[in-house]
């Protein structure tokens, strides 16, 4: 029954995509489901949200000066010794009181509509923290492929470079070669050796730095990441227009309807102060019950209804009012200033991200052919030393040019997606949707395009095949 219950639920997962995998004892997240595991964790997304709610509890706390407010009050005190006076010693009374705003002079209009602006304001707030939140999730997702993809290039690299200095080794007892092969292969390999440990050690930063946009706690001493991600570096061709980009991101981006809505702040802020220098008035109802010390006055215990209106005005108030009112003004300049900075700012986001993206097509252009152009100068230089016409150190050289060219098309595929991600952010936008003319529109995409980083990594087996 057992088995039959752990092959049902493993059915049931590999039936729910959207379910990371579990590889050992840690699961195992595509891109699309660590940007999940992100939006739902990140320290940064939780505080925004909060500070949402707060907005939420801003506005409830506006709202109430539309609504009658009812309150009691009491009062209870005795007298030790009375000298010279017929007055009663205690002294009560006890009020359940109604108030209700009349005019305000358009006080509590203007902190309603502040309130709900600043729900606005921080829902604007939220986005564009999520939207940051998935670009590093997708930065830091692809540098951890690739990573990973260097490190099994760099393994190989040792690897076929290590046989190769056994296969010397042999030849030189064998009397075929000189020491002089051994000690260049002994060099190659020593040189490889350090840039296996470098990529190692910034596999392990990417996970660190993947786990902190999780938000999870890595324990102290742990050999390894408490999660794993799948999929391979890919390329997919994306070919979006500048003039398009940039009129999305000054429609969409949160950032500046955020800045927007800090000018709307400040003219309802402005209303609010100039409130203060007109009348309020208030109306209230209630039952009181309350003591009368004068005997001659009446009896000790009374009690009725009061009803009544309450006006206050501040003729003048040391320019309090005036004070206020010019330091709105100057912060809603600022927030105008504020706004136009936020435009500039994103447009150069855009920009700085659609001219690396230009660039990372290019270098992808010419590595391509790099790439091939290596492989078949490899070939040869194998051919060469076979037919006793070149020497090992040609082909050492050639090796170690296949492992770079294909290393640095990686670093390219890299670099695209990573630009393409701050494209999506600058815009706020999905990276399909700023996609005109690429074939993944019409699913045609070719097989170099979108070539996984083991096929595009993978050095000789061994040095001397041709």
């Not at 390329?235 to 980009?245: A, E, K």
């Not at 009181?288 to 009803?307: I, L």
């Not at 994103?346 to 001219?355: G, P, Y």
Request: charged share 25%; glycine share 6%.
């Amino acid at each position: 029954m057992r088995l039959k219950f752990a092959a049902i639920s493993m059915v049931i997962a590999a039936a729910l995509p959207g379910l990371p995998k579990v590889v050992g004892a840690v699961p195992a997240y595509t891109i699309e489901q660590a940007v999940a595991v992100a939006q739902e964790r990140n320290p940064d997304i939780l505080i925004a949200r909060k500070k949402v709610v707060g907005a939420h509890g801003d506005f409830i706390e506006a709202r109430s000066g539309f609504l009658p407010s009812l309150t009691s009050s009491g009062l209870y005190d005795k007298r030790q010794t009375q000298s010279e006076t017929n007055l009663r010693q205690e002294d009560y009374n006890a009020i359940l009181r109604l108030d209700q705003n009349l005019y305000t002079g358009g006080a509590v209009t203007s902190q309603v509509a502040i309130a709900r602006l600043n729900i606005d304001k921080a829902n604007y707030e939220l986005q564009e923290i999520a939207s940051r939140v998935t670009m590093d999730v997708r930065i830091a997702f692809n540098e951890l492929l690739l990573n990973r993809a260097k490190v099994h290039v760099r393994e190989e690299s040792v690897r076929v470079l290590d046989e190769e200095l056994k296969n010397q080794q042999e030849q030189l007892s064998a009397g075929i070669v000189g020491i002089f092969n051994v000690q260049r292969a002994e060099v190659a390999l020593a040189n490889e050796r350090p840039e296996l440990f470098n990529a190692q050690t910034e596999l392990k930063n990417s996970y660190l730095r993947l786990a902190e946009l999780f938000g999870t706690n890595v324990r102290p001493g742990a050999q390894a990441a408490p999660f794993e991600v799948s999929g391979e570096l890919q390329y997919r061709p994306n070919h979006p227009d500048l003039n398009n980009c940039l009129a999305r991101a000054d429609a969409n981006r949160p950032v500046i309807k955020a800045r927007q809505k800090d000018i709307e702040i400040e003219d309802r802020q402005y209303v609010l102060d100039r409130s203060a220098s007109r009348p309020h008035i208030r109306a209230f109802s209630g039952y009181e019950v309350y003591s009368e010390r004068d005997p001659a006055v009446g009896p000790e215990f009374n009690y009725g209804g009061v009803v009544g209106i309450n006006a206050t005005w501040n003729i003048f108030d040391g320019s309090a009012t005036k004070g206020r009112m010019q330091a709105t003004r100057a912060r809603r300049q600022a927030a105008v200033e504020a706004l136009a900075a936020a435009r500039r700012s994103v447009a150069s986001e855009v920009r700085s991200a659609f001219f690396d993206l230009q660039q990372a097509e290019r270098v992808l252009e010419t590595e391509a052919k790099n790439v091939q152009t290596a492989d078949e100068a490899l070939e040869m230089a194998k051919g060469n030393f076979a037919a006793g016409l070149g020497t090992q150190l040609d082909v050492l050289q050639a090796a170690s040019d296949v492992t770079r060219t294909r290393t640095t098309r990686l670093s390219a595929i890299y670099l695209h997606n990573v630009a393409l991600a701050r494209l999506a952010h600058a815009c706020a936008s999905l990276a399909e949707a700023l996609d005109f003319g690429s074939d993944i529109k019409n699913g045609n995409i070719k097989n170099d395009s979108a070539a996984q980083a083991s096929d595009v990594a993978k050095p000789p087996e061994k040095l001397s095949q041709r």
